[in-house]
């Protein structure tokens, strides 16, 4: 096989050969041969140096683009591990979720019956005992609930084009009953094409989430809106709430976390991992900023895609 740097001898050792026979064709003083030859030479160690460079050059980019495969699929092992466990986990919790709920149903039916029926007959210590059985009960129940909830989130769904100013509205109207004085204002609400039902879960966990943390003193106000940032949508969801730590930005959204005690503010802690869940689903990203004391701001993003009609 030829390689570069064998050509390369080829083209200067046949410019030497020419240029010696005609210089003795000339007759040509010996001086001018030497100068030619010495050109020649350095033509062959410089054509040596550069073909020695590229070789290597080719073999360090062949390694290269070895590695990078390499590193590749090891990448796509691991998320196809990590994809197969989560869906085992899923399916673990779902199950888990819906055999839970019968003994939880149990509990707390047997001590409302006490409650009601029993009354008379129980002491004022026995009925605070079956009240904190009552209430635990029920914030399992809840519990078990949301994780049933958060287990389903994309199953059996499909994209449909929605409007989402009336998604919102929808929404609010919904929640009237625990929006008492609270104001709502939406504005650059898009069409856009989304998981219905998910999307509808998103936006009521984060306006309920902005009513559960208001400040007593304050009506509450809360603003939903839209801009179109390019390929996607920057929705946000403002409130003038308590807001809360911002060391905890990048926490709130992981299962179970909490903003304030559970004795302070009903929750299970997983209504903000819905709504990541249910963001990723759409492939986009979601984040929060607050000024405790002033309110907090929920951002989520969705990919924009066009129109059925275009």
Known sequence: ??????????????????????????????????????????????????????????????????????????????????????????????????????????????????????????????????????SSGQRLHDLIDDMVTYSEIGSNSRKEWIDTKKLVEEVVQDLSDSMSTAKVKVSGLPELEAYPVELSSLFENLISNALKYRREEVTPSISISCIDNEHEWLFSVADNGKGFDPEYEDKIFGLFKRLENALEIDGTGIGLAQCKKIVELHEGDIWAETKPGIGSTFFFTIPQVNPPHQ
């Open 1 to 134: 096989m030829l390689t570069p740097l064998f050509l390369y001898q080829i083209i200067v050792y046949s410019f030497w050969r020419d240029c010696f026979q005609l210089s003795w064709a000339f007759k040509l003083y010996d001086p001018l041969v030497g100068l030619i030859g010495l050109v020649a030479v350095v033509m062959l160690v410089l054509g040596w140096s550069f073909c020695r460079h590229f070789k290597q050059k080719r073999k360090y980019s062949e390694f290269l683009e070895f590695a990078v495969s390499l590193r590749t699929a090891e990448l796509e092992d691991r998320k196809a591990a990590w994809k197969a466990s989560n869906e085992e986990l899923e399916q673990f919790l779902f199950a888990a979720s819906h055999d839970l709920k019968q003994p939880t149903r149990t509990i707390l039916n047997f001590s409302k019956l006490l409650l009601d029926g029993k009354s008379a007959q129980l002491d004022e210590e026995a009925k605070l005992y079956l009240q904190f059985i009552a």
